[in-house]
C-alpha cells in the first residue's frame, strides 16, 4: 500500500512542480538553519568525557576572611596551594588532581627549530589516570616523582610531531625555561571539549601541548595562566604561602555514597580549619560533577543559543508557510479524492495517502535542509570564535536532520490533510 | 473599493487566511527582533575609544630577560624614535582593544569596605596621555611629577585620570576633581576627568561599564616594559609600524615581537569587532531568508486562490467588471490579510522582546520598531501578490461561459 501512495505522491507533486518546489524550499531553509545552529550547540554542550563525566567532581571551598561575605554565597572557583595539598594528600577519593594552566618557552634542541611558547598544564599525577587520557608511547608520571618534584615531562601527540616528527620520544631530554626535562610519555590524540578542567584558560581554547608535575613548575616558578583571586595579604612571589585561589582540583567518586562521603569530608575539613583559625567563614562547600559545572559557568556562549532561538523561530515560519501550501495543494485535488472516497476508500486510507505525499516533501526537504546545513556550517568555521572548528556534522545530528525535517513536515500536513478528508464525496462528484 | 464582499470571501477560507495571517505575525515578530539585535550589534561596535585610533599603533614585546626590561625600554625608545615619521614613542601597558593588564577591583575607602567596581588601569610612561588624544572635561594634563615610580604594576601613590563614565558611577552627585579611591594598599587621588577612555577588552559588567578606565601616569620600569605606543601620521602609520617591527631584530635581538598583538589600533578594533559582525552578518541572512520564505508563501496561496476562483472572475468580468476591479481585489485582500498578521504581530515581537531581556543584556525594544516592520511587511505582501493579481486580471470574461 504503502508503494502506491507513494507513486500517487510523486505523481502528484510532479504535477504542479511550482509549488512542490516552493514547499521543499521552505523546508529546506528552515531545516538548514535550525540544524546549523542545533549541532553548534550540541558540539558545545556536548559531554567532554561520555561515561565518565558523571564520576568526576570539582570540590570547592571558602577560605576567605569575612569582607563581603553573604551566608551561603558562592565559594570561590578555584582552590589555593596549602588547602589543594591537604586534600590532594588526604586521599580520600579514588583519584585526585590538583592542577592550574600555564606558558613555558621550549628550547628545541634542534637548531632548525626556534625557541617558542608552548601552553602547558602544571598537574599533580592522577590527571591522566582519572580522565581517561590515551597515551601513544609510555606512561604518565607518579605520585613520588610529584613528592620529589621531579623534572620530568609528557607531551601531546601535536607536539612530539612538530618536535621529533611523531617518533617515539619517552626518555629524550625536553629543555623549557632553560631545564633539561625527560620525556616520559605522549599521549594520543585528545582533546575533551568543552576545556572542561580548567575553563579559566578559555573555554573551547586549543588544550595545552606538555604536561608537568606541579610541584615541579611551582619550585621552579614557570609562568602561570589563568585567573587568581586573593584577599587579606594577598598577592606574594610564593604562591605557595599567598592567601589566593589559583589551582583546580579534581577527584574521582564511582558512587553516590561515596560522594556524599567526600562531601561531609569537605565540611569538615572546613570545620577543623576553621577551629584552627585558618578559615573565618563557616563551611561552605560544593561538590559539582562534570555537567554540573559547565551548566554552573554558562560555558556556552550566549550568542550561540540566541542563533538556535532565532533559528527555530524562522523555521516555524517556514512550517506555517508549508502547512498553508500543503492547504492549497490537498484542497485543489478535492475533486480526485472525491472519486477514491466515491470508489471506497475510507478517510483514515486518504489521510495516509496525504501524509505519505508529505513525507515524501519532507525527505527532500531534508535533504536539501542537509546540504544547506553542511553549508551554514562551513561558514560558521570560518567564523572567528575558538570554537568555530569544532562545528562539524556527526552521525546522530546528521539522521537527527532527515528524522527532523520528516517529523515536522509530517506534523505541517496533519491539519490540510485533516481538512482535505472532511470534504463529502457525493458534492465534489456532483459539482463536476 | 468595497471591502465587505472581500471579508465574506475570506470567511469561507478561514483556514488558508487565518495561516497567512500566523505567518505574517511570526515574520513581524521575528523581522523586529532580529533588526533589533543588528541595531545593538552596530551601536556596540561605534564605541568611541577617546583615543586617535587612526594615528596609533601599539608594538608588544615578550620573551625578554626581566633584568633586561629598564634596558629595553631604553633601546626600544630611543631606536624606535629614529625611524622615520614616528612622532612619539611611549611605553604603555595596554591599549584599546588589545590585552588587558592592570584589571582590578578598587574601593573608595582605605579599608576596604565599600567595594567601587572592577576598573581597567591604563598605566602610561611620560608622553602617552599626549599621544593617546585624550581629551580633557576637568582638570589638566600629567605633569612630569606626577609619573611616579612603580611598585608591583601599580605606584603606590598616585594623580589619575578617569572617565566621565566612572566618576559618575563612582560620586554620581559630586565633583570628581580631588576625589581618592583605592586599589589594595594603593592609594590614588583624581587629577582630571577624561571624555572618553574604552577599556582594553570591553566591560566585564555589561555595556554601562565598557569606560570603566582609569589612567595611571608611572615611570616605565622592571614592571612597565615591552608594550610601546607608537605615534605617526594616518598615512604613514601601516609603513612606520611594518619598519618598527623589522627594526625589532636589531634594536632588541633578546626579545620576540608579538606579532598578534603588535597592530595598529584600527587594526585591533576590527579583529575586536569581528565576531559582532558576523553575528550581524547571520542576523542580515536570516532576516533575507524569513522575508523570501514568506513572500513565496503569499505567492503560493493566492496563485491557488486565483486559479479557485477563475470562473467567479470571469463571472465578474463578464458582468462589468474591470480588470483593475481585479486587481484591486486581490491587492485589497491581501491588505486585510497581513493588516491581521502585523496586530498579532506586534504583540508576539513584544512578548518575544520581553523572552530574550530575560536570558541576554538587551534594551526593552523601541516602539517605532512596530509601525517599520509593519511598514515592511505591507510592501512585503503587495509586491508577492502583484504577480498573481496580474495574472487574475488577465482572466478573460470569456471563462464565465465555459463550464469548468
New interface residues.
Given amino acids: 500500500m504503502l508503494g502506491y501512495y507513494l507513486d500517487l505522491a510523486l505523481r502528484s507533486l510532479k504535477r504542479n512542480k511550482a509549488l512542490t518546489a516552493l514547499m521543499v524550499l521552505a523546508i529546506a531553509l528552515g531545516i538548514g538553519a535550525s540544524m546549523t545552529t542545533l549541532t553548534v550547540l550540541h558540539v558545545l554542550s556536548g559531554d567532554p568525557l561520555p561515561g565518565k563525566s558523571g564520576k568526576l567532581f570539582y570540590p570547592q571551598l571558602d577560605p576567605q576572611d569575612m569582607d563581603g561575605y553573604k551566608p551561603q554565597g558562592e565559594p570561590p572557583a578555584q582552590v589555593g596551594w596549602i588547602d589543594g595539598m591537604a586534600l590532594l594528600h588526604a586521599k580520600r577519593a579514588r583519584y585526585q588532581a590538583l592542577m592550574t594552566g600555564g606558558a613555558v618557552p621550549i628550547q628545541p634542541a634542534q637548531s632548525a627549530i626556534e625557541p617558542f611558547f608552548e601552553n602547558a598544564r602544571y598537574t599533580s599525577a592522577d590527571f591522566f589516570a582519572m580522565f581517561d587520557v590515551p597515551f601513544l608511547y609510555g606512561h604518565g608520571w607518579n605520585a613520588a616523582d610529584d613528592e620529589a618534584g621531579a623534572r620530568v615531562a609528557v607531551l601531546t601527540r601535536e607536539l612530539n610531531d612538530k618536535l621529533f616528527g611523531g617518533k617515539d620520544s619517552t626518555g629524550q631530554t625536553l629543555r623549557m625555561d632553560d631545564v633539561a626535562f625527560r620525556i616520559v610519555g605522549v599521549l594520543d590524540s585528545w582533546r575533551p571539549t568543552p576545556h572542561f578542567y580548567d575553563l579559566m584558560t578559555g573555554s573551547y581554547s586549543a588544550d595545552e601541548g606538555v604536561f608537568v608535575p606541579l610541584t615541579t613548575a611551582t619550585d621552579l616558578k614557570f609562568a602561570h595562566n589563568g585567573s587568581t583571586d586573593c584577599w587579606g595579604k594577598g598577592f606574594s612571589d610564593n604562591m605557595k604561602t599567598a592567601t589566593c585561589t589559583w589551582l583546580q582540583f579534581w577527584v574521582q567518586l564511582d558512587t553516590p555514597a561515596e560522594a556524599a562521603a567526600y562531601r561531609e569530608y569537605l565540611l569538615n575539613y572546613s570545620r577543623e580549619q576553621q577551629a584552627l583559625g585558618r578559615f573565618q567563614r563557616p563551611p561552605n562547600v560544593r561538590l559539582r560533577d562534570v555537567m554540573g559545572w559547565l551548566d554552573y559557568n554558562k560555558v556556552v556562549p550566549s550568542d550561540v543559543r540566541l542563533q538556535v532561538w532565532l533559528a527555530f523561530g524562522f523555521l516555524l515560519v517556514c512550517l506555517v508557510n508549508t502547512v498553508g501550501l500543503m492547504l492549497a495543494k490537498f484542497l485543489r485535488r478535492a475533486a480526485e479524492l472525491g472519486v477514491r472516497r466515491a470508489l471506497g476508500a475510507s478517510r483514515r486510507s486518504l489521510f495516509a495517502q496525504l501524509l505519505v505525499e508529505a513525507g515524501a516533501v519532507g525527505l527532500v526537504g531534508g535533504t536539501g535542509g542537509l546540504l544547506l546545513a553542511l553549508a551554514g556550517l562551513w561558514l560558521v568555521r570560518r567564523q572567528p570564535s575558538d570554537y568555530a572548528a569544532l562545528a562539524h556534522l556527526d552521525l546522530p545530528m546528521l539522521l537527527a536532520t532527515f528524522a527532523f525535517a520528516v517529523v515536522a513536515t509530517l506534523l505541517a500536513g496533519l491539519l490540510p490533510a485533516w481538512r482535505a478528508c472532511l470534504i463529502p464525496p457525493a458534492l465534489q462528484l456532483k459539482s463536476n | 473599493m468595497q471591502i465587505q464582499p472581500i471579508l465574506a470571501a475570506l470567511r469561507r477560507h478561514r483556514?488558508?487566511t487565518a495561516?497567512?495571517a500566523?505567518?505574517i505575525a511570526?515574520?513581524c515578530?521575528?523581522l523586529c527582533n532580529?533588526c533589533f539585535?543588528i541595531a545593538n550589534r552596530l551601536a556596540q561596535m561605534q564605541v568611541n575609544s577617546g583615543v586617535d585610533e587612526a594615528a596609533l599603533a601599539t608594538l608588544h614585546l615578550?620573551?625578554y630577560e626581566a633584568g633586561q626590561a629598564v634596558d629595553l625600554n631604553a633601546r626600544v625608545q630611543a631606536g624606535l624614535g629614529r625611524i622615520a615619521g614616528v612622532q612619539s614613542v611611549s611605553v604603555i601597558n595596554a591599549v584599546p582593544f588589545g590585552e588587558h593588564a592592570g584589571t582590578a577591583g578598587i574601593t573608595l575607602d582605605a579599608a576596604?569596605?565599600h567595594?567601587g567596581g572592577v576598573v581597567d588601569f591604563y598605566v602610561g610612561g611620560p608622553g602617552s596621555f599626549k599621544a593617546l588624544g585624550l581629551q580633557l572635561v576637568a582638570g589638566g594634563e600629567p605633569q612630569a611629577d606626577d609619573y611616579r615610580p612603580l611598585n608591583?604594576f601599580i605606584p603606590d601613590e598616585a594623580t589619575v585620570w578617569v572617565t566621565r563614565a566612572l566618576a559618575g558611577h563612582l560620586w554620581p552627585d559630586a565633583d570628581p576633581l580631588g576625589k581618592e579611591f583605592w586599589m589594595?594598599k594603593s592609594h590614588f587621588r583624581v587629577g582630571g576627568v577624561l571624555a572618553h577612555l574604552v577599556r582594553p577588552s570591553g566591560g566585564e559588567g555589561g555595556p554601562d561599564t565598557v569606560e570603566w578606565s582609569v589612567f595611571v601616569p608611572a615611570q616605565p620600569g622592571a614592571s612597565l616594559a615591552g608594550t610601546y605606543l607608537l605615534r605617526a601620521d594616518p598615512r604613514e602609520l601601516p609603513r612606520v609600524l611594518r619598519d618598527a617591527r623589522a627594526a625589532m631584530t636589531k634594536i632588541a635581538p633578546d626579545a620576540v615581537v608579538d606579532t598578534l598583538g603588535s597592530q595598529t589600533i584600527s587594526d585591533l578594533r576590527q579583529?575586536y569587532f569581528?565576531?559582532d559582525r558576523?553575528?550581524a552578518g547571520?542576523?542580515v541572512g536570516?532576516i533575507a531568508?524569513?522575508l523570501?520564505?514568506?513572500a513565496?508563501?503569499i505567492?503560493?496561496?493566492a496563485?491557488?486562490?486565483v486559479?479557485?476562483r477563475r470562473k467567479q472572475i470571469g463571472i465578474r468580468r463578464a458582468i462589468g467588471a474591470t480588470r483593475s476591479d481585479i486587481l484591486h481585489y486581490f491587492q485589497t485582500e491581501n491588505f486585510l490579510i497581513v493588516s491581521g498578521g502585523i496586530v498579532l504581530g506586534m504583540v508576539l515581537a513584544y512578548a518575544?522582546n520581553l523572552m530574550?531581556m530575560t536570558?541576554?543584556e538587551l534594551p526593552r525594544l523601541p516602539l517605532y520598531y512596530l509601525p517599520v516592520g509593519a511598514l515592511a511587511l505591507w510592501v512585503l505582501g503587495q509586491l508577492a501578490v502583484l504577480g498573481p493579481a496580474l495574472r487574475a486580471a488577465a482572466v478573460p470574461p470569456v471563462v464565465a461561459t465555459r463550464s469548468?
Fill in positions: 483556514l488558508a495561516l497567512i500566523l505567518e511570526l515574520a515578530a521575528v532580529a539585535l615578550t620573551g576596604g569596605k567595594f608591583d589594595g579583529d569581528r565576531p558576523a553575528m547571520m542576523l536570516v531568508a524569513l523570501l520564505v514568506t513565496l508563501g505567492v503560493g496561496l496563485s491557488f486562490w486559479a479557485q518575544l530574550l536570558q541576554y469548468a
